[in-house]
């Protein structure tokens, strides 16, 4: 009996909540069969938990069809059927199609008229009543940009034309005098590089205030390795000043890159080891400053130190400065030193312009040189580069997401003997393709072109290995032009971990020694997000066209990149 009694109470409750959770039905009628074609042609939410969500339902439907220009639209009853039926009546009436707005031009720009209608006249313009909101939102929002945060838009006195056809006066609620900023507060990186407001971000003082433009500006902050914006800026306003707050902080931006690659000699068949260390200090004395230092040893006998130096906004000017000098040592056949100075001008926080001079110097050490092709030599050039760079640094994994950089250069090779005209071109670009969260693409297109009549062997143009083709040795091949095209598919584990393939084709000339010849490079690798850095690892085998490929070719990278 006491089990019967809780199945009964069971079943009561379970059909008295459904009642209780009805679903009521809305049909809305015109007072025409045209117009109730219309309004069904809305498609308004018919299926309601209560009254008031129809009402709701309606007066938003009344606010659609005052944008379609039936402004004279009346809810004229809202009837219960039955207990789960309403049915309601609206007149649609007139529809205008266009309205005739009256303007100030001392207060609206004709040129921002024209942006939002194509009748525009020296006191007046035309729009399509469905294009009236949109359009004054948009003018709203330009006129705020000069300076008038706190400008409001009115279109008031509006009257019928004729029976297609409004009538209306815009006017500008808005103070007369425009705002600027006045200061700018940084919180949390207190030290952060004043000039990289005015000429990275485009802020400074007595500029016309625009919070819109400010906040699209500040989010360049991400193209920063030194540098990252915590929260939107904020403003302060008092009667007579504007004051802009912006929350930075400063991020870790010295890095440590350390690379090993061992593969098997292919005469000797014993394991060889080749390495880098390459250091970069970033913004260490908060001037937005850079350094780094290089230094490779390969199984070839190469031997390889490099040092830059970048100093941005010299004298708080938009110019910057970069030194560089490269030291090259092959065995005991020759060196070469190139030094270079370049002068940068950054044209926004993507792109970057270079101008500059390049000095080369090279000396046989052969005692006796049997090849004749080695020779003493020095090069001057000058040099015009381009750079564009864009990152994302919610990514830890990939923080850049594209680069270009173009560099040619014009100069003259002198010998003891001769004179001889040169020019150098380089490019480097590469771009990640995401296909979704977890799937991207990685190309990459780098290459050179030596142009002379004539060619020493230790002015050639030097690639192979971790950072050119893989599966080759470091700087294993020579060439007078080469180009290289990397790919990777990428498959994004989890925020520290992803897994990829290798796929590099190259082509070059040696016209020294007459090749030509295709190259292919073939593996797979892995990344991995520790705490001491980013650990890589990759697994590639090199070979020629034509060629077999051998497992014994096989090249193992292993790199740590490490932030500090």
Do not use: W
């Not at 959770?21 to 309004?39: A, H, I």
């Not at 498959?491 to 990829?500: A, E, G, K, L, P």
Request: aromatic share 14%; proline share 1%.
């Amino acid at each position: 009996m006491q089990k019967t009694r809780y199945l009964f109470l069971i079943i009561y409750t379970l059909f008295s909540a459904e009642g209780f959770c009805q679903n009521l039905q809305l049909k809305v009628n015109g007072q025409t069969p045209t117009e109730t074609q219309v309004l069904d042609s809305l498609n308004y939410l018919k299926n309601h938990k209560d009254y008031f969500s129809i009402k709701t339902e309606l007066d938003s439907l009344q606010n659609t069809l005052y944008k379609l220009g039936y402004i004279e639209n009346e809810l004229k009853r809202i009837e219960k059927i039955n207990d789960s039926i309403f049915e309601s009546e609206i007149h649609l009436k007139n529809k205008f199609n266009t309205i005739y707005i009256y303007y100030n031009k001392n207060n609206i720009d004709k040129s921002l008229l024209k942006q939002v209608s194509k009748h525009v006249f020296d006191d007046y313009f035309i729009l399509n009543i469905s294009e009236t909101e949109n359009a004054l939102h948009y003018i709203n929002t330009e006129v705020s940009k000069n300076g008038l945060p706190f400008a409001k838009l009115n279109l008031s006195n509006i009257q019928k034309k004729d029976s297609k056809t409004l009538k209306g006066d815009l006017t500008i609620e808005a103070s007369n005098k425009k705002r600027i900023i006045n200061d700018i507060v940084i919180k949390g990186y207190e030290k952060f590089p004043k000039y990289y407001l005015k000429h990275f971000l485009k802020i400074k003082r007595s500029q016309v205030f625009d919070l819109q433009t400010i906040q699209e500006k500040t989010n360049q902050l991400q193209n920063l390795n030194f540098a990252s914006e915590t929260k939107s800026p904020e403003v302060l306003f008092s009667k007579d000043s504007t004051t802009l707050y912006l929350y930075i902080e400063k991020t870790k931006s010295n890095a440590f890159d350390g690379f090993l690659g061992f593969g098997t000699n292919e005469d000797t068949n014993k394991l060889e080891f080749d390495g880098y260390l390459n250091l970069n200090l970033v913004n260490n004395l908060n001037f937005g400053e850079s350094f780094r230092l290089l230094y490779k040893s390969d199984e070839n006998d190469q031997k390889t130190f490099e040092t830059e130096l970048s100093l941005p906004y010299l004298f708080k000017s938009p110019i910057g400065i970069d030194l560089q000098l490269r030291i090259f040592k092959k065995d005991s056949s020759f060196t070469t030193a190139n030094q270079a100075a370049k002068v940068h001008y950054q044209i926004n926080a993507k792109h970057k312009t270079y101008v500059g001079i390049n000095s080369i110097e090279s000396n046989n050490l052969l005692s006796e040189n049997t090849s004749g092709f080695i020779e003493d030599y020095k090069t001057f050039n000058y040099t015009l580069a381009y750079q564009f760079l864009s990152t994302r640094t919610q990514n830890t994994l990939f923080p850049l997401n594209s680069k270009i950089y173009l560099e040619t250069g014009f100069g003259e090779r002198t010998t003891s003997e001769s004179t001889e005209k040169q020019s150098l071109y380089t490019i480097d670009a590469f771009k990640i393709f995401n296909l979704n969260q977890k799937n991207s693409i990685y190309l990459r297109a780098n290459g050179s072109s030596l142009v002379s009549n004539s060619y020493f062997e230790n002015e050639l143009l030097r690639f192979g290995g971790i950072n050119s083709i893989r599966g080759f040795d470091e700087n294993s091949l020579y060439a007078t032009l080469y180009g290289v095209l990397n790919s990777e598919y990428r498959y994004q584990i989890s925020n520290t971990i992803y897994v990829h393939t290798i796929i590099d084709t190259a082509y070059y000339e040696n016209k020294i020694t007459n090749i030509n010849q295709n190259l292919i490079g073939y593996g797979f690798g892995f990344g991995l997000l520790t705490k001491a850095g980013l650990f890589k690892f990759n697994y590639a085998n090199g070979k020629t066209e034509g060629s077999i490929a051998k497992l014994s070719n096989s090249k193992i990278h292993l790199s740590l990149i490490a932030n500090f």
